[in-house]
């Protein structure tokens, strides 16, 4: 992990020496934070852009970004406990001894076939494998993680929205404003939506069916026997950092507050919106294109993330009229 850390040190240290702040303890704790975030992804698109982004954050920029981190951190912890303890009835035992015979009945093609054959037939016992946890959604243990997830995207949608309401307070030239106080209300008026968290899920299942097959394809390829394939697909399966979950709740969490911010903006009449990255080097090309191509009319703007880890935001073009006086902390400037 040494040489990524490094490297993610190194943008975190320049994103803090552009705003000319001191170096504090808050500031070293963020440098440590924002580089164990990169290197547990250090496989990702745009983690740097990331880490230099949030080194870069100062005043209300900051406060929103580590409340949305936060928030995200949390959400996905719960929802892996929740998952994980469904995954432990898979019948990977099974689904690997299917698998195992299926193969055996068709192997008598040249190498590219063969190849295919253990792509399409990992997929088919990967869905078969994972639909088999999902099957009874009355299991107690489904019925936890859906009502996780579907809090998790409650909240997220309030954080957006007080987020954003913050964003634009602070471009009217508002004083600062209770970010919290925002959120609680927020999450009061926004209704969970068990649909959209079923949605979510599913695209869960089928990611992680995705990572299965890919694991099974590589083992088959390789010759390797049963017990391997059973050991390496529970490793996949118990890991509570399992990528297919932590990215799917990034990019869910992530678009409830883009979705957020722009339904504050619509409501107080935005008709533009920039999509803003942090800039500089380390922005990926996607989100570079993206910021360039602005402003964009509200409903025509690519909404964000872009991509997992993408911590790019629509703000509107025009400062807008608020009403933030019930928010304000410590009375206005
Ligand atoms: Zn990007
Ligand atoms: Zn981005």
């Not at 080194?55 to 912890?77: H, K, P, Q």
Request: proline share 5%.
């Amino acid at each position: 992990m040494s040489e990524f850390a490094d490297a993610a040190r190194l943008a975190y240290v320049s994103g803090w020496a552009a705003t000319n702040g001191p170096f504090t303890d808050q500031v070293r704790a963020g440098c440590a934070a924002a580089v164990a975030l990169a290197c547990e992804h250090d496989t990702e698109p745009g983690v740097l852009e990331a880490t230099v982004r949030l080194g870069e954050l100062e005043g209300i920029w900051a406060e929103v970004y580590a409340r949305r981190d936060a928030l995200v951190d949390e959400r996905t912890r719960l929802a892996a406990t929740a998952w994980t303890s469904l995954t432990v009835t898979a019948d990977v035992a099974g689904s690997v001894a299917t698998f195992r015979r299926r193969l055996a009945l068709a192997s008598e093609a040249t190498d590219p076939e063969t190849r295919d054959r253990h792509r399409a037939e990992a997929i088919a016992a990967a869905l078969l494998l994972l639909s088999g946890i999902v099957r009874d959604r009355h299991d107690p243990k489904f019925v936890a993680l859906a009502t996780l997830v579907t809090d998790a995207l409650r909240a997220a949608w309030a954080e957006g929205y007080a987020g954003a309401l913050a964003l634009a307070a602070h471009q009217a030239g508002h004083g600062p404003v209770d970010v919290a106080a925002v959120f609680a209300d927020a999450y009061t008026d926004h209704p969970a939506d068990p649909a959209l968290a079923a949605a979510v899920i599913t695209a869960l299942i089928r990611a992680a069916a995705g990572d299965v097959a890919a694991v099974l394809a590589r083992l088959a390829d390789d010759g390797a026997d049963y017990d391997e394939m059973v050991r390496s697909v529970w490793d996949l399966l118990d890991d509570d950092e399992l990528r297919a979950l932590t990215v799917g709740m990034d990019v869910a969490m992530g678009s409830e507050f883009a979705r957020a911010g722009l339904s504050l903006y619509r409501e107080h009449g935005a008709q533009y919106v920039d999509f803003v990255t942090v800039g500089g080097a380390l922005v990926c090309g996607l989100c570079m294109d993206a910021e360039s191509a602005g402003p964009y009319p509200i409903g025509g703007a690519p909404p964000p993330p872009l991509h997992p880890y993408c911590r790019c935001v629509l703000i509107p073009t025009s400062p807008l009229t608020l009403d933030v006086f019930p928010y304000l902390l410590g009375g206005s400037r």
